[in-house]
């Protein structure tokens, strides 16, 4: 069993997520944590297209979460609803996916798979990048390699880390004490230097890039 912690604005691209989660070959609890702040034209809580894709191995819970008081203008609301949905997680392994993510068959088993057999903490696999217009862009090479990159630090992707409930304190500790743009960079560091991981370097996870990124992306990418 795993839990999925879905922080959302709505967009379009969370049922491409749910669909993906749906046909995992494991059981799935998709903790979805709805923002107050919502994307134009996109879908909300309880929506059919969503009800209608659970099954035996998938079930979605709902949970509307407003905008903290106590939060900084530079702290972000989306890591403090995902140390909402971690704190709420039992299952013995845990995921944070984001809304513009969604995952390949079988990713789930894999992985879980590969941290019992070698005692791991947690693993990550790389991702492929796709743009707006739902074209696939390539690998990335940069942000969810898990090595010192060219930029002189080490960053997994963030939806594809794949943990042990015996180290969600500790992830909840990081995303506290970095809770702004790049905090993915701490927790990527403090993963590799005090819990045993493992990179698998097929790319497993789909995510849509923002149009300012575009550009940088395309320069970081291995192409298809």
């Not at 609803?81 to 709420?88: E, N």
């Not at 492929?128 to 990159?149: A, F, R």
Request: proline content about 2%.
């Amino acid at each position: 069993m795993i839990t999925v912690v879905t922080s959302t604005i709505g967009r379009l691209s969370l049922l491409k997520l749910a669909q993906s989660l749906s046909t995992q070959n494991i059981k799935v609890f998709h903790l979805i944590l709805w923002d107050n702040k919502r994307v134009d034209n996109g879908i909300n809580p309880y929506d059919k297209r969503l009800d209608e894709l659970k099954n035996y191995n998938y079930n979605i819970f709902h949970y509307d979460i407003k905008h903290p008081i106590f939060l900084h203008s530079s702290e972000r609301i989306d890591n403090h609803m995902r140390i909402i949905g971690i704190s709420m997680a039992t299952t013995k392994f845990i995921t944070l996916i984001d809304d513009d993510c969604w995952i390949e068959n079988n990713w789930f088993k894999n992985a879980i798979y590969n941290c019992e057999k070698n005692k791991l903490d947690y693993c990550f696999c790389r991702r492929y990048l796709w743009d707006n217009n739902n074209n696939k862009l390539g690998i990335d090479n940069y942000e969810s390699i898990g090595i010192v990159n060219k930029f002189g630090y080490n960053l997994m992707e963030t939806n594809s880390i794949i943990f042990n409930n015996n180290i969600k304190d500790s992830i909840i500790m990081v995303t506290l004490k970095y809770n702004f743009y790049g905090h993915d960079r701490y927790l990527a560091k403090y993963l590799i230097e005090n819990f045993k991981g493992y990179a698998i370097i097929e790319p497993y996870l789909n995510q849509i890039t923002p149009d300012f990124l575009l550009e940088f992306h395309n320069k970081n990418i291995i192409n298809m």
